[in-house]
């Protein structure tokens, strides 16, 4: 945020109106105004009217997507604002629209606005639908669930999982032992599950195909599937939650975005680590648990790694610390845009490499003048 801008504007953005403050270079109020939301026409001409002199200030919140892309290419710069990081400069003002637009641009304005990352496209697209894929999921795995139960209320314990195939012979079988109303409800979540699967089964070849699509994200996406535990959907969780994840210059910094670093207290010399401080993505801590248990039933390696962990902590810790690991692998397979491979297999490599050049020396000439 070096360069000065004409005018700074503030956006205290709802559902049905925002408001929106403007300040000149010196910090004083050059306007003030409210607009309904539904108005896109007088959004477009009020920020048109500033243009690339502006920037723009909106905090995050859960539907700034539309007003992103509508004023994104008509100022110079918009921002949107951490919450948590606002919070502090609040102080003891009265908590009013227009003093919270007002704050924004004022902290735009002097270059101390907390910043929220928003990625570029493909990923900004690319992450609304690996979350609506995540969220079939689980309605997929509720109504298996529901079924599960109502089959239980008949004393009938069903198959150990209730895919479309099995679950419809297996109902087609039992369906005399079931009264009239758990018929019904079997027949209804049934239906869902058959019309759950094929949208999930659609829904992740799309992500497939779109991430292929682009030379970038199908690098990326290919590395990560070579450690251990991630595949196709956890490669793109971690894509599409992180963003750039070349932009993390340490993996610490990518482990406490995803709220895998734990708290600290501390207190003079005193110093106390807490619980893992889930500040970041929730959906990318969940898989990176989910492939951390895969990869402890798969690999020998993390198991031995769980293990010890496991030994003084607990094995649900020891999946924590695992899913941490396997965020610093991902950034260093991406960093070094080679798959992975574990340290000690590494270690021998690079001996075979050194023995092979020792053994098979390149023979050099000199050239003499003269």
């Given amino acids: 945020m070096e ?4 005018y700074s504007i ?6 049905d109106s925002m408001t929106l403050v403007v300040l000149d270079k010196n910090g004083n109020v050059a306007r003030r105004e409210k607009i309904s939301t539904r108005c896109k026409n ?4 009020f920020f048109s009217s500033y243009g690339l002199q502006c920037q723009v200030a909106v905090e995050s919140v859960g539907f700034y997507h539309w007003f992103w892309e509508l004023v994104y290419p008509l100022v110079g710069k918009i921002y949107l604002a951490d919450p948590a990081g606002v919070k502090a400069y609040v102080g003891r003002k009265v908590k009013t629209d227009r003093n919270d637009a007002h704050l924004l641009a004022l902290l735009a304005l002097e270059n101390k606005l907390p910043v929220a990352y928003v990625p570029e496209e493909p990923v900004r697209g690319l992450r609304e639908l690996v979350r609506l894929r995540h969220t079939v999921a689980r309605d997929l795995a509720s109504s298996r669930k529901r079924l599960r139960w109502v089959s239980l209320k008949t004393n009938l314990p069903g198959p150990k999982q209730f895919f479309s195939v099995n679950a419809q012979k297996w109902i087609l079988a039992q369906d005399a032992k079931f009264s009239t109303v758990n018929r019904f409800a079997v027949r209804v979540y049934l239906d869902r599950i058959i019309d759950l699967e094929r949208r999930l089964s659609d829904l992740e070849r799309f992500i497939e195909e779109k991430i292929l699509s682009f030379p970038e994200t199908a690098r990326v996406y290919k590395l990560l599937m070579s450690i251990p535990g991630i595949g196709p959907i956890v490669a793109a969780t971690i894509i ?5 994840i070349m932009r993390f210059d340490k993996s610490e910094q990518l482990a406490s975005y995803a709220g895998l670093c734990p708290r600290v207290s501390q207190s003079g010399e005193s110093i106390r680590y807490g619980h893992v401080s ?3 993505p929730p959906l990318l801590r969940w898989v990176l648990q989910q492939a951390a248990w895969v990869a402890y039933r798969s690999y020998e390696n993390v198991r031995r790694i769980m293990c010890r962990i496991g030994k ?3 094995l649900k810790k020891a999946a924590t610390a695992m899913a941490r690991k396997l965020l610093t692998y991902a950034l260093s397979v991406c960093r070094n845009n080679r798959p992975f491979e574990w340290p000690e297999n ?5 001996m075979k490499e050194a023995k092979t050049a020792f053994e098979n020396p390149v023979r050099t000439t000199r050239c003499l003048n003269g």
């Fill in 3 to 6: 360069k000065k801008y004409a």
């Fill in 10 to 15: 503030g956006v205290d953005l709802h559902k």
């Fill in 42 to 45: 007088k959004v477009h001409e």
């Fill in 240 to 244: 599409t939650e992180t963003g750039d």
């Fill in 278 to 280: 889930k500040m970041g």
């Fill in 312 to 314: 003084r902590s607990g």
């Fill in 346 to 350: 590494i270690v021998n490599r690079k």
